[in-house]
């Protein structure tokens, strides 16, 4: 049964920074999509970054490059997001999503990805 557990949430100044981590288990850490998505309650969940485990490709949104960075440690079956220069309307709950990849194309696209954890919060106060 895979399992993500997302951590690192918490409440941060604007312009600050944040690490989140996400900790994968019941499932083997190869050909594997690992994406980062935020959602607010009453709006569209948005996918922010993801990596393809197998070379650490990664994609961004556009809204998050220069700022974010989406990274993996494979002995922990863990991948990461550090988020710099948060800004309060990037409050939100952030979940951490896994699925398989054939061709290493990996895009932070809801609709792709099977497995999800239960999302950890991050609070960007002005």
């Known amino acids: 049964q895979v399992q993500l557990v997302e951590s690192g949430g918490g409440s941060v100044q604007a312009g600050g920074s944040r690490t989140l981590s996400c900790a994968a288990s019941?499932?083997?850490?190869?050909?594997?999509?690992m994406g980062w998505f935020r959602q607010v309650p009453g709006r569209v969940r948005e996918g922010v970054a993801a990596?393809?485990?197998?070379?650490?490709?990664?994609h961004y949104a556009d809204s998050v490059k220069g700022r974010f960075t989406i990274s993996q440690d494979k002995a922990k079956n863990t991948v990461y997001l550090e988020m710099n220069d948060l800004k309060p309307e990037e409050s939100a709950m952030y979940y951490c999503?896994?699925?398989?990849?054939?061709?290493?194309?990996?895009?932070?696209?809801?609709?792709?990805?099977?497995?999800w954890g239960q999302g950890t919060q991050v609070t960007v106060s002005s």
């Open positions: 019941g499932v083997s850490y190869s050909q594997l999509c």
């Open positions: 999503a896994a699925a398989w990849s054939y061709d290493g194309d990996c895009r932070p696209l809801g609709h792709q990805y099977s497995y």
């Open positions: 990596i393809f485990t197998n070379w650490g490709s990664a």
